[in-house]
């Protein structure tokens, strides 16, 4: 049986989670002086965005050099340092690779503007369709024509995202050969895991108008898709034993993950899937308000958790990441159910199939961060939506709610470790704002109060370790119609576990389908007597009943 089944990835987005010197930006020596923390939540691996040298135009999405870390982060040194005292506490590092796109401050990207056909061919460069008119009418996901004018050449290069992160050319060898050797430099220093960017959209099927949509049919898990992954697998990670991969998968179909993170381990080991997170979206539209649909969250989460299993295929199951707004300002409260919320939203993603990834300050239950002036955001995306929101009618408060729901600056903000200012992150001023909320909620405070939130992720980290049922055991959805809770059971070798847990903010009622009678209440998040009915849950209240061997509980 995988190792890995149980352990927990705790993200780390470094430009905000700890500054070591004092200029505002999070650093190595950063992660390095908080790796006791990590220690003490009992996480596994860290999953590292990228720190690599870059212009920062993305927060290092962005990518102008693979083998050399951005001064802003540290040195080469401080990188060899992390990785051998996170082995000290038995942390693994994970890497994330952006492979779909560099940027465009790249030494390819600089030849292949000057010309030289070698580099253009490691890109997309195509004619326009006339004079002024891009090869084809696809959107940037971060807003405006997918493609720009290169007058020099008379042609156009292909961004899926920003301007300045001009995609590769997966179907040019040479492109691929570039990125085995990029892995295999960062396995030769002792990392241990690989998250890959966007990798779905690696293989384009062909360049023409979308009638129906932004283009994303002609790109996402295209024609050559797998044959260009397990390719990547053969010749990098695929040869060592016992390195952690997860492709992050945009739009993607679940027919295409059971092959990305089937379980005979050609592919990846597991995947990030979105689509348990546009329920508050308008079919693919974000930058809309409109309230969450429970219903649709629920039916999406364990149809994934059902017919990945059944097809021998491995979930990464999460929440947050810097992409998502915080979740308990998305699905949760932060008013007076703040702390039950958190710990109940907790509860559902760590005990479900699949790998759980914790984003920094997660575990805290840190909240959106809701700037309501522009000048506060940093993110390239919400700073170009906040302009075509306008540019559709919108008026700017119009504008400023949806960015304060949707942007994702609202999990950047630096990481609440204590009261002091700036909630301890850095001695200067930080990069982006912090959430004025450090004073209620941070890491020092919760250290100390064994009922703290930080204390619940450290206990079901744990309790993934401890119990194969939670680790390995089969997924059923239970009470599949109750609007207001979602129940499910695993079952492994003799042993059940039951979750359940109430989403909303007042009492609800659901049915086990089980005779609970025999079973022992393992967790929940409430303090004090249970209710008399094992049917009824409190206002946002998780419970966790688990039958088999005898536990000692506490
Ligand atoms: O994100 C992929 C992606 O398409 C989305 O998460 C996107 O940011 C959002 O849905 C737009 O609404 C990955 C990285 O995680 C992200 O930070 C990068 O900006 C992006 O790729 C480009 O590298």
Redesign the pocket.
Known sequence: MEDFKKSTVYQIYPKSFADSRGNGTGDLKGVISKLDYLKELGIDYIWM?PFFLSPQK??G??VADYYRIDPSYGTMEDFDELVKEAAKREISLMLDM?F??TSSRHEWFQKALAGDEKYKNYYIFKRGKGPGIPPTNWES??GGNAWEYVEALDEYYLHL?DIS?PDLNWDNEEVRKEMQKVILFWMGKGVKGFRF??VNLISKEAFEDDYEGDGRKFYTDGPNIHKYLRELNEKTFGKENGILTVG?M?STSMENCYQYAGEDGKEFSMVFS?HHLKVDFMGNE?WVLVPYDFAKLKQILFDWQTNMAKNHAWNAVFWC???QPRVVSRFGDTGKYWKESAKMLATVIHCLRGTPYIYQGEELGMTNAEFQDISKYRDV?SLNHFQILQEKGLNETQAYQILQVHS?DNSRTPMQWSEEDQAGFTKGKPWIEVNENYKKINASQQLKDPDSIFHYYKKLVSLRKEYDVIAYGDFEALDVKNPSVMAYRRTYKGETLVAASNFYGKEAVWNPETDLKDHQYLLGNYSGPLPEKVTVLRPYETRLYYKGRIVAIN
Do not use: A, I, P
């Open positions: 965005t993305d927060n999405y962005d952006v779909n796109h996901k971060f995202f992160q960017d966007v992050e945009s979105f974000k990441n810097h992409d995306e994702r």
